[in-house]
């Protein structure tokens, strides 16, 4: 399975970005999908995460009514809508992939397959 994650950068404090992490080598249907990130010096952390079906979404309280963890099955992607976004959601953002996931281990960063990683800066 290959993540490639795509749709970083730099944007102003308030603004918004949507990262897309595009899906390859397996049924993208399978997979519980999740967001992570990571700031520099800090550990990784869980940012979101939705089940196969779309039918439960789960997000961090950091972000929850702010950052919006979406997929379309048919085009084997998983998207991140970011609004509001402030200075301390600077970091790079990975996605990440795992058949064998049950809710109460998705914000645990043992998922099989990862994508690189990328970098959202916001200023302030």
């Not at 397996?26 to 869980?46: H, I, N, P, V």
């Not at 058949?99 to 690189?116: C, E, F, L, N």
Request: aromatic share 12%; charged share 15%.
């Amino acid at each position: 399975v290959q993540l490639q994650a795509s749709g970083g950068g730099l944007v102003q404090a308030g603004g918004s970005l949507r990262l897309s992490c595009a899906v390859s080598g397996r049924t993208f249907s399978l997979y519980t999908m999740a967001w992570f990130r990571q700031a520099t010096g800090k550990e990784r952390e869980f940012v979101a995460a939705i089940s196969r079906s779309s039918s439960g979404t789960f997000h961090a309280d950091s972000v929850k009514g702010r950052f919006a963890i979406s997929r379309d099955n048919t085009k084997s992607t998983v998207y991140l809508q970011m609004n509001s976004l402030q200075s301390e959601d600077t970091a790079v953002y990975y996605c990440a992939a795992d058949r064998t996931k049950i809710v109460s281990s998705y914000t645990h960063p043992d998922y099989a397959y990862w994508g690189r990683g990328t970098l959202v800066t916001v200023s302030s």
